[in-house]
């Protein structure tokens, strides 16, 4: 009863049972289906074959075969230990949203963000650079960066002006922002932001993506902004102290495109946009902070 033969086929006998499916319809099924059975050789490369083999049927997220490529070389043991230890963790707080997630972990180690078509080879690519023979640290690291994209995605921190702050930031759909305020998170971890400025960090954040969009200033400068703003920071003097100030100053000190709009652009440009002809998304953005800004009772627009 124990055997996953045994496990596998009552599964689909259940669902066969459950479902009105003829005997003529099921012989058709089976019947499509190939069984392929690969034997390898000592020394053969079952990564590099896995991709051939890969290239020619339906293709993987990204984050699958990354997931093959840390776990494959290992003992099954090793194998079920990283998986249940660190692997599943990491699907289930980036909500199954792996490739997306090393995307802009890659982000954060190279200062360069890859397609997200070719995450894989990147990272690849960049743990090979690394020469790192145990990828237990890797994996660590990985699942400590996949709980605060977690907080990213859908709050859960013990701050509540700062989850407000994430719901408003995922109202205006700014995945851009993320590298950065990664960043930032890690930072609070190690206790060189205060609650406090790392809440600023996140207010600051929404009110220079708020203002851009009121003023119609172009989005697809803010990846580059975002991406390079951490490294931009410590550049100043060499440090991470005073990093909520030194990252206010970076923002407004952004020129043309890039910059920061003042109080009384913003209200000029308040004044003669068309609300209720823009983005649904920043039209109730708006809406909401109107309601519920300053107020002790939020109330669903």
């Known amino acids: 009863k124990g055997s996953n033969l045994t496990i596998n086929y009552g599964f689909f006998c259940d669902m066969l049972l459950r479902q009105d499916v003829s005997v003529e319809q099921l012989f058709e099924a089976v ?49 079920d230990e990283y998986y249940n230890g660190f692997w599943a963790k990491i699907e289930r707080n980036t909500q199954n949203d792996v490739s997306g997630f090393v995307r802009d972990y890659l982000s954060i180690k190279q200062q360069m963000t890859p397609n997200i078509d070719h995450v894989y080879a990147a990272f690849k690519k960049y743990v090979e650079d690394a020469e790192q023979a145990d990828i237990e640290p890797l994996l660590k690291d990985l699942l400590e960066y996949a709980k605060r994209y977690a907080l990213l995605l859908r709050g859960g921190h013990s701050n509540e002006r700062l989850n407000g702050c994430i719901y408003r930031l995922n109202r205006l759909s700014t995945s851009v922002t993320r590298p950065f305020l990664l960043e930032a998170l890690c930072l609070r971890d190690n206790d060189i932001l205060s609650a406090d400025e790392l809440v600023e960090i996140f207010q600051f954040t929404e009110s220079y993506l708020f203002r851009r969009t009121i003023c119609d200033l172009p989005t697809n400068a803010l990846n580059k902004i975002f991406l390079l703003l951490h490294r931009e920071i410590i550049r100043m003097d060499g440090s991470e102290e005073n990093y909520a100030e030194k990252f206010k100053y970076a923002l407004l000190s ?47 627009v």
């Open 31 to 79: 019947g499509k289906l190939e069984i392929i059975s690969i034997t390898l050789d000592y020394g053969d490369n079952a990564q590099l074959i896995f991709e051939s083999l890969n290239s020619t049927g339906l293709a993987l997220q990204e984050g699958d075969k990354i997931r093959n490529y840390m776990l494959m070389g290992l003992t099954p043991k090793e194998q």
């Open 254 to 300: 952004k020129k043309e495109r890039a910059r920061y709009p003042s109080d009384d652009e913003f209200a000029e440009c308040m004044s003669t946009r068309n609300i209720y002809g823009m983005n649904p998304k920043n039209k109730l953005y708006l809406f909401e902070r109107l309601e519920n800004a300053e107020t002790g009772e939020t109330k669903d």
